[in-house]
């Protein structure tokens, strides 16, 4: 079974600021990880991801995460916030045994302040 | 732009009625899913189709009845549905089994209201 905790419903940042949004997941196996974002009314879009290797990801537009075994972790970050994040952002995991079935966390809304 | 086209974007129906939604790729994916988003909640699970073939069925009722006619195409038909049916309906789409990571590919949604 796996399980993806976010932490934070809801993250509120300056424009210009840190963003830091937190995942935590349990999995009995090396998981595969994703960071995913949904903007009002559509799709949820793929920001970054994790499989095998380095565990430092970057994704789209500045966003990048860290997958850290040791505290079971993916946090997703940006240096500098943009207006344009303003969105939920859901993390998510699967089991590449048989990764059909995705888990998503609950989600955090990120609202960026001017 | 995304790759995975979904009509109608918004339905409004009664409970009496039947009506469709509509998924298309063709990105040469070969699993497609039906997912349900109630408002400030993640998707849920409903079912994966692999290879036009239904894999997982996440114990929908059956007033819900997905339909894969070939590699490209998802419909999700609804029959007597409830107002608490009311949800974005999302339709996504992976490589498949035994290729690629899982990363899905969603659709805009269908936005679904039960009178």
């Known amino acids: 079974a796996q399980s993806v905790t976010q932490l934070g419903s809801h993250v509120s940042v300056s424009e210009g600021a840190l963003v830091l949004l937190r995942c935590n997941y349990s999995s009995s196996v090396p998981p595969y990880l994703f960071w995913y974002v949904q903007y009002p009314n559509q799709g949820l879009q793929l920001l970054l991801k994790y499989t095998t290797g380095a565990t430092l990801v970057k994704g789209i537009n500045g966003f990048e995460a860290e997958f850290k075994k040791s505290e079971t972790s993916f946090h997703l970050t940006k240096p500098s916030a943009h207006m344009s994040d303003a969105a939920e952002y859901f993390c998510a995991v699967s089991d590449p045994r048989g990764y059909q079935k995705v888990t998503f966390g609950t989600g955090t809304k990120l609202q960026v302040i001017p | 732009d995304t790759e995975v086209t979904q009509t109608p974007k918004h339905l409004v129906m009664g409970m009496t009625n039947k009506k469709s939604l509509k998924c298309e790729q063709h990105m040469g994916h070969r699993a497609m899913y039906w997912y349900k988003q109630k408002a400030k909640k993640p998707p849920e699970l409903m079912f994966v189709?692999?290879?036009?073939?239904?894999?997982i069925n996440e114990s929908v009722p059956s007033r819900f009845s997905p339909e894969c006619p070939n590699s490209s195409l998802l419909n999700l038909h609804l029959h007597a549905l409830q107002p608490e049916d009311s949800a974005l309906y999302l339709c996504?789409?992976?490589?498949?089994?035994?290729?690629?990571?899982?990363?899905?590919?969603f659709g805009e949604g269908s936005r679904l209201t039960v009178l």
């Open positions: 189709y692999s290879y036009e073939k239904l894999s």
């Open positions: 996504a789409s992976s490589l498949g089994q035994g290729s690629g990571t899982g990363e899905l590919f």
